[in-house]
């Protein structure tokens, strides 16, 4: 039975167990922090950013390569596209209004996400996206793991309160 491109991209997300939980991308993660996915068009491959490929799935509609979309989460591996924008980690914007919107940016923002990618160099935010997605292939959904994987904080240098 061939796969399709939806069922190989949604073997690559991990959903988190609550409603307004990011969705992870674990497949292929690029040089600047955003993930890679590979479609076979005719005899060639297409490479899609997932939380676009998530996107049009729910929409339903195809993205023009113009509009940009949003993570009211912030964490760059995300997919978690609906229909519902009050749901949505992703929307629609431009460079202006992606600008505009950075205060409200931590909506969506809970203990593994969001400020923890904020004013990241692009080396460091590939590195925390690359940390998150191994904590979760490696141990599953894991929200103590994944928040040291996210703070950038070794487990041998436990903060001090
Ligand atoms: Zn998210």
Redesign the pocket.
């Known amino acids: 039975m061939k796969v399709t491109d939806p069922e190989r991209f949604w073997s690559h997300v991990v959903r988190g167990p609550a409603a307004g939980d990011?969705?992870i991308w674990t497949g292929a993660i690029a040089n600047d922090g955003y993930g890679c996915f590979w479609t076979k068009v005719g005899d060639g491959q297409n490479v899609m950013r997932p939380q676009r490929f998530a996107y049009q799935l729910a929409t339903g509609t195809a993205l023009p390569s113009s509009v940009l979309l949003l993570?009211?989460?912030d964490?760059p591996i995300?997919v978690?596209a609906v229909l519902d924008a009050a749901e949505s980690?992703l929307s629609e914007g431009t460079h202006k209004t992606n600008m505009l919107d950075r205060a409200q940016k931590n909506r969506?923002a809970n203990r593994w996400?969001a400020w923890r990618f904020n004013g990241l160099a692009r080396e460091e935010r590939t590195q925390r996206s690359r940390d998150l997605r191994d904590v979760i292939l490696t141990h599953g959904w894991d929200p103590e793991r994944m928040s040291a994987a996210l703070a950038g904080v070794e487990e041998t240098h436990p903060r001090l309160f």
């Open positions: 990011c969705w993570h009211s989460c964490v995300c978690h980690h969506h996400s």
